[in-house]
C-alpha cells in the first residue's frame, strides 16, 4: 500500500473518533455531487440485528448465479476496509481505492455540507460510486445502523428485507423495541415489497402496520413460505424451501442460516417478477454463499469455529448449534463491544465451555477484559483475563490441545483480529 493511500485511510479511519451522526442531508448532497451513483443499478436493501449480511451474501450469490454484475455493501470489514464493497466477490484494486478515498477527502474539506462527513457516509458514498463506475447491474446493500437516517436508505430498492430484530444500540435507536423496529423498519418505501424473517409478535406488528402504511406487501418466513433443516454436518446445513420446492445443500452452517437462505430464496423470487432470476439460480447461488465469522470452520486440530455472535438472541441460535462440533476440552475467547448485551450473550454461551477467555480487541469501543469477566463469571467460574486476542487465542489454544474444540466469538473487530493472528482467508 502507497504512503498517500495510507494517509488518506488512516484520515478516513480518523473520521470514526467523532462518532456516529445519523441523517441523510449530508449523503444526500455528497451523492448529487458524484452524480448520484445510487441510481444507476437495481438494489435490494436489508436491514435488521441479526443475519442480515448473510442473507445479503447469499443475496448476492444468487444474483451473480442469475448472470448479473452484482455489487455487495456490508459493514463493518472483518480485516480488510475493502471487504465492504465487493463486486462479483472481488474487492477493488489499491488504485482505484486511492482515487476514491482521495476524491472524499478533497469534497470532505470543500466546506459544503451541513455538518462534517462521518466514516460511514463517506464509506457508503464511496461503495456506489464503485458500483456505478463498475457497471454493476443490481447490488445488495446492508444497513448500517438503524434504517430510517442510515445513509444507506437513500437508494429505493426492488424489495426490503428485513432480518429478526432485537434490542441493540440502544443510546441511537431508542430504548424500547418498538423505537428500534421503527428506525430498522423505515427502510421500507412506498409500495416496495417486504420480505421477513421471524420477529417476535411486538416487532411483527410493527413492520406490518409500517408496511400498510406505506401500502407494501409483506411475506413473513413462518406465515407465508417455510424452511425445514433436514440435515446438516461439518460441511453446511441442508434445508427445504417450500417457496422452490426443493431441498438445498448451503455451505454454511446451522439452523438460522436456514432461515436465512429462506428468506434470500423468497427475495430473489420477489426481484425475479422484474429481471430474469431462474429456480437454479437461486439453488446455485444457496450452495455457494459464504459469509466467513458465522459459524465459520477455520482449522481442524483444534477445531477452531469463529462467529461474530453479538445479541443475546444471536447467542441463543448459535448455542444451540455448537454440539455439532467435536472436541474436549471446550474452550471460549470472547470480546464484545460496550453497545452490546455481554451478559445476556454471555448467559447463553458461557455454560456451554469448560474455561473462558475473557479478552478485548483494539476497538476504542471494546469492553475491558475485565469487563468481559465481569459480565461471564456469574455463568461460569472458569473464566480468566488475557490482554489481547492474538494473546488470549494463544492461551485458549494451550488450554485446548490438539483434540479440544476452541471458540472465537463477539465482535467483528474480535474475530477480525483472530483472522489475522490465525492467518486465515477472510472476506467475502
Keep these: 500500500?502507497?504512503?498517500?493511500?495510507?494517509?488518506?485511510?488512516?484520515?478516513?479511519?480518523?473520521?470514526?473518533?467523532?462518532?456516529?451522526?445519523?441523517?441523510?442531508?449530508?449523503?444526500?448532497?455528497?451523492?448529487?455531487?458524484?452524480?448520484?451513483?445510487?441510481?444507476?443499478?437495481?438494489?435490494?436493501?436489508?436491514?435488521?440485528?441479526?443475519?442480515?449480511?448473510?442473507?445479503?451474501?447469499?443475496?448476492?450469490?444468487?444474483?451473480?448465479?442469475?448472470?448479473?454484475?452484482?455489487?455487495?455493501?456490508?459493514?463493518?470489514?472483518?480485516?480488510?476496509?475493502?471487504?465492504?464493497?465487493?463486486?462479483?466477490?472481488?474487492?477493488?484494486?489499491?488504485?482505484?481505492?486511492?482515487?476514491?478515498?482521495?476524491?472524499?477527502?478533497?469534497?470532505?474539506?470543500?466546506?459544503?455540507?451541513?455538518?462534517?462527513?462521518?466514516?460511514?457516509?463517506?464509506?457508503?458514498?464511496?461503495?456506489?460510486?464503485?458500483?456505478?463506475?463498475?457497471?454493476?447491474?443490481?447490488?445488495?446493500?446492508?444497513?448500517?445502523?438503524?434504517?430510517?437516517?442510515?445513509?444507506?436508505?437513500?437508494?429505493?430498492?426492488?424489495?426490503?428485507?428485513?432480518?429478526?430484530?432485537?434490542?441493540?444500540?440502544?443510546?441511537?435507536?431508542?430504548?424500547?423495541?418498538?423505537?428500534?423496529?421503527?428506525?430498522?423498519?423505515?427502510?421500507?418505501?412506498?409500495?416496495?415489497?417486504?420480505?421477513?424473517?421471524?420477529?417476535?409478535?411486538?416487532?411483527?406488528?410493527?413492520?406490518?402496520?409500517?408496511?400498510?402504511?406505506?401500502?407494501s406487501e409483506v411475506r413473513s418466513l413462518g406465515r407465508d413460505f417455510q424452511a425445514e433443516r433436514v440435515g446438516q454436518d461439518l460441511e453446511g446445513a441442508t434445508v427445504r424451501l417450500s417457496s422452490l420446492g426443493t431441498e438445498v445443500k448451503l455451505g454454511m452452517l446451522g439452523r438460522y442460516q436456514c432461515q436465512n437462505a429462506a428468506v434470500a430464496a423468497e427475495m430473489a423470487m420477489e426481484v425475479g417478477k422484474n429481471i430474469p432470476v431462474p429456480k437454479d439460480s437461486i439453488i446455485e447461488g444457496l450452495s455457494k454463499a459464504r459469509w466467513p465469522g458465522r459459524l465459520d470452520i477455520v482449522r481442524r486440530s483444534p477445531m477452531t469455529v469463529l462467529d461474530v455472535t453479538h445479541t443475546p438472541e444471536g447467542a441463543r441460535a448459535v448455542a444451540s448449534e455448537l454440539s455439532v462440533f467435536p472436541g474436549s476440552p471446550r474452550i471460549m475467547v470472547v470480546g464484545m463491544l460496550r453497545d452490546k448485551d455481554a451478559r445476556g450473550a454471555m448467559a447463553n454461551l458461557a455454560p456451554l465451555f469448560d474455561?473462558?477467555?475473557?479478552?478485548?480487541?483494539?476497538?476504542?469501543?471494546?469492553?475491558?477484559?475485565?469487563?468481559?469477566?465481569?459480565?461471564?463469571?456469574?455463568?461460569?467460574?472458569?473464566a480468566l483475563v488475557v490482554d489481547g486476542v492474538g494473546n488470549a487465542i494463544d492461551v485458549a489454544e494451550g488450554m485446548a490441545g490438539k483434540d479440544g474444540f476452541l471458540f472465537v466469538s463477539g465482535s467483528l473487530y474480535t474475530v477480525g483480529e483472530a483472522m489475522q493472528h490465525l492467518g486465515v482467508l477472510h472476506g467475502p
Aim: charged share 20%; with cysteine; proline share 5%.
Design 1 to 215: 500500500m502507497s504512503r498517500l493511500l495510507q494517509n488518506d485511510l488512516e484520515w478516513l479511519y480518523s473520521l470514526e473518533s467523532t462518532g456516529i451522526k445519523l441523517g441523510l442531508s449530508n449523503v444526500r448532497l455528497l451523492l448529487k455531487k458524484l452524480g448520484d451513483p445510487q441510481d444507476r443499478f437495481g438494489t435490494v436493501h436489508v436491514a435488521g440485528s441479526n443475519g442480515k449480511g448473510s442473507v445479503s451474501a447469499m443475496g448476492a450469490s444468487i444474483l451473480r448465479s442469475a448472470g448479473f454484475r452484482t455489487g455487495l455493501y456490508t459493514s463493518p470489514h472483518l480485516v480488510r476496509f475493502t471487504e465492504r464493497m465487493t463486486v462479483d466477490g472481488k474487492e477493488m484494486s489499491e488504485e482505484r481505492l486511492a482515487k476514491y478515498v482521495s476524491e472524499m477527502r478533497e469534497l470532505s474539506g470543500s466546506g459544503s455540507f451541513p455538518r462534517p462527513l462521518t466514516f460511514f457516509e463517506i464509506t457508503t458514498a464511496l461503495a456506489f460510486l464503485h458500483f456505478s463506475e463498475s457497471k454493476v447491474e443490481e447490488a445488495m446493500v446492508e444497513v448500517g445502523m438503524g434504517g430510517r437516517l442510515d445513509a444507506t436508505n437513500v437508494i429505493r430498492p426492488r424489495c426490503s428485507v428485513i432480518t429478526p430484530i432485537s434490542v441493540e444500540h440502544t443510546a441511537y435507536l431508542g430504548d424500547t423495541l418498538s423505537k428500534i423496529v421503527y428506525e430498522k423498519a423505515s427502510i421500507i418505501k412506498d409500495g416496495v415489497p417486504v420480505i421477513c424473517s421471524p420477529q417476535i409478535p411486538e416487532a411483527m406488528r410493527m413492520i406490518s402496520w409500517m408496511a400498510e402504511c406505506k401500502g
Design 355 to 382: 474455561r473462558v477467555v475473557c479478552t478485548s480487541s483494539s476497538s476504542p469501543r471494546a469492553f475491558s477484559p475485565g469487563e468481559m469477566l465481569e459480565a461471564t463469571l456469574p455463568f461460569n467460574r472458569n
